[in-house]
């Protein structure tokens, strides 16, 4: 209990760290406008689409709009490598702008279905490299790494609640006006969002800025199907994933035409089921905590595959609005039971050097199989009735989850689980304390023990940097030149400078007497402090920032 107080007080004061610096809180308060908006445009072009077209309208524009999206979201990412990043995301709101402000437009002057739906594809293809660049510019904003953890903790608090934010303000102005006025609203949060962009100060960085060639790209992509396709308990779980994700796609469908025709809950209501989600997701969040450090995560996996199918089939034999609305909850639930174990899964099964290839090709097959699954559903509905669409794809899961058990199980038994100690000596260093349980579960899993005599030289100044350390017994002495100038006991960490600045060591660390520390590679210290899975671009966009006056155990030296 005292430890998680201690982790909850660090959290807290990194989080009024991020607060306090001018940069990151409008850095923050623009991605809260952006992704709440983002909510909700995408509860509006379901209704829209629904009123002009049906279910089937419905399908077909969460396809189109999604499928471009999964094409670009892999390229997208370089923009804010070429480019400044807070111009990247200026250029993307205000695209974002001119063509949500011009779906609007269209709605109240009636103009052609075609015409909305192109600029509802438009809009989401441009809004993929948002993301990417706020990831990458916080960084540079940051001014210590707790600061930096915590502004990513800060960001993914911020999903979480807009997807229940977003669909229920979508809602409520669909209950009472049309969705003119929502594309309007999104509009207007995306204006907020670029003025709180305008407020970033950010020093140019001469970052190199080679060309990046298509066949590396290319190579990339296949090195993480290969290794998926190598792994014959991966390759079941990605299937499950990418048919959890049809799921979802069409849920999206369901949810339009179970709110208007079965539910009686009219066009408002659209919102307030995706809002229910939202809900169930941030308990079922809460919920995943307790898989920390579990040794079997393959059965909380597939129990929130299962919590996917169970609630839709329910539905069709109990269609009633308050049942609907805690049904929906409880898929939010399973989605955020299974998004956690599975990621944990992944990052257990996927040898590190091709992890981020591996996300990188999984984020692609989501995207694309929402689309499917969405485009799917109405002729599910048109074929069997929404009831009868309802049940089919409810069972869908829960029946590939009893023919994938057995090879998805073996993932736990091949996987190696980090030691509690070293969880607990990794949570208890303040850079890393606002990070998720799950991610500190896989951070810990790449700490390197290392036991060391006294008057052994750990670091030397002047040397490049490579690693991170954490003292877990015994002393160490800091020194600059020839002088001593401080030591570090158990709970202190050195090393950050030299990695988060890309310069080298700027001191000399020794052990005083007999030690045991433990070691955190570079590409695994600096992917943790953007929450980023590790690779070689995430780790040149970190070293880019400008980090000074670091503390260090305590003390603030320019250990390196």
Known sequence: MRGAAARLAESAAAFGAVVRNPN???????????????????VAVSVYAYGVGGEKAVGLIFLA?????????????????????????????????VLVGSAA??????????????????????TTPFRSAQAALTPQLARSPSELTAANAVASGIDSLALFIGPAIAGLLLAVAST????????????????????????????????????????????????????????????????????????????????????DFGRGGVGFLNSAIGVGAFVGAVAALSLTGARRLSPAFLLGMILWGIPLIALAVWPEAVAALLLFGVIGVGNSIAGVSGLTLVQRAVPDEVLARVFGVIQMLLLASMGIGAAVAPALIGFLDLEGALVVTGAFLPVMVVVAWRVVSRIDKTAVLPDREELRILSSVPIFAPLPGMTLEHLAGRLVPMRLEPGTMIIREGDPGDRFYIVAEGTVEISEGDFPVSELSAGGYFGEIALLRDVPRTATVS??????????????????????????????EVVSSRLAGMPVGGARLPTG
């Open 24 to 42: 990151l809180r409008w850095l923050e308060l623009a991605w809260t406008g952006s992704i709440i908006g983002h909510y909700a445009y995408l």
């Open 511 to 540: 052990s005083k007497t007999p030690v045991v520390l433990y070691a955190l590679d570079r590409e695994d210290f600096l992917a943790a402090v953007t929450s980023h899975a590790p690779s070689a671009e995430a780790a040149e």
């Open 105 to 126: 437009v269209g709605v109240f002057l009636d103009a052609e279905p075609l015409i909305i739906y192109v600029l509802a594809v438009a809009a989401t293809i441009v």
């Open 65 to 97: 709009r999604l499928m471009p999206a999964a094409l670009a979201a892999p390229f997208a990412g370089m923009l804010g490598d070429r480019y400044r990043r807070e111009r990247v995301l200026l250029l993307t709101n205000v695209c974002r702008i």
């Open 180 to 263: 003119g006025l929502v594309f309007t609203m999104t509009a207007l949060l995306l204006v907020l969002s670029a003025l709180f962009i305008l407020l970033i100060r950010v020093e140019p960085s001469e970052r190199p800025r080679g060309e990046v060639e298509p066949s590396t790209i290319m190579s990339e992509a296949f090195a993480g199907f290969r290794a998926i396709g190598t792994h014959p308990s991966l390759r079941m779980m990605v299937a499950l994933i990418g048919a959890q994700t049809a799921v979802a796609g069409a849920v999206q469908v369901y949810i339009v035409v179970a709110s208007i025709e079965l539910l």
